[in-house]
């Protein structure tokens, strides 16, 4: 089995704040992109790494990847202007030979070597679809356009769900090739998988594959870090 992961990087990153995209962002001094790229080269379950790199940045990343000392091959690409453009820019350039698909995002830096062996180990076992998912702390709420409450969802049924989200290649492939890339339809690729009437897994995810979104995710990360630095378990 030839496994690959695609790993969209090409956000702006808004809602952490203006300024470099977030993927070039640093936690303990080293970019969010690199922490994820070493994630899955640590999980040995990866050949080859696909990265979507903000359009403007492309150089730029070939060459901080470049210096990477990882055994799996590394290619970088311009992303798109949705997450779902970026994923399909990166599929197509997939080798012929790969079976295995993972998506996963730069922004999820700290996801554990661990979980991603896992969704790779769940796909092989015979899932054509699997995605991380945790249970939901807060209560839910369904609301109209008038922010009044229209419906709320049993919680004890719901999970957040993470990435590396992995699949069969052609069920990947698939769901891409059924719809628009300049017209973003769905938030994860589970999304797209499920609207072909493909039955998506979920595995256990991991609290430190949480999804650096807002400047509070960065102080998170940061002390996940230094956690794993004073453990040695450093990455
Ligand atoms: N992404 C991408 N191409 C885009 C938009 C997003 O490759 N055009 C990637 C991001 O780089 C990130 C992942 O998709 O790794 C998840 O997206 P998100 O957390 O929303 O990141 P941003 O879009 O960068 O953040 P924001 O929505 O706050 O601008
Ligand atoms: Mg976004």
């Known amino acids: 089995m030839t496994t690959a992961a695609l790993v969209p990087a090409a956000g702006k990153g808004e809602r952490l704040g203006a300024g470099t995209p977030k993927a070039l962002r640093e936690v303990g001094g080293i970019p969010l992109l690199v922490h994820a790229v070493r994630g899955l080269a640590a999980s040995r379950v990866i050949d080859l790494i696909v990265v979507a790199a903000p359009v403007d940045f492309v150089d ?31 599929l197509i350039a997939l080798p012929a030979g790969v079976d295995i698909v993972l998506v996963h995002d730069a922004a ?52 957040a769900v993470q990435t590396p989200q992995g699949f069969v290649r052609s069920v990947l492939q698939a769901a891409h090739a059924g719809v628009d890339p300049s017209a973003p339809i769905a938030t994860d690729d589970a999304g797209l998988v ?42």
């Open 60 to 90: 730029d990343v070939r060459a901080l990847l470049g210096e990477l000392d990882v055994t799996c091959d590394i290619e970088v690409l311009a992303g798109g202007e949705s997450r779902q453009e970026s994923v399909a820019r990166a």
């Open 108 to 159: 999820r830096a700290l996801t554990p070597p661990e979980l991603i062996a896992s969704v790779v180990a769940a796909v092989t076992a015979g899932h054509a679809a699997v995605v991380p998912g945790l249970a939901v702390a807060d209560t839910l709420k369904q609301v109209d356009a008038a922010a009044n409450v229209i419906a709320t969802p049993d919680r004890a049924s719901l999970r």
């Open 194 to 235: 499920e609207r072909e009437g493909v039955t998506v897994h979920v595995i256990p995810g991991h609290e430190e594959a949480f999804k650096v979104t807002r400047p509070i995710d960065l102080i998170l990360a940061e002390a996940v870090l230094a956690k794993r630095r004073a453990s040695g378990n450093v990455s």
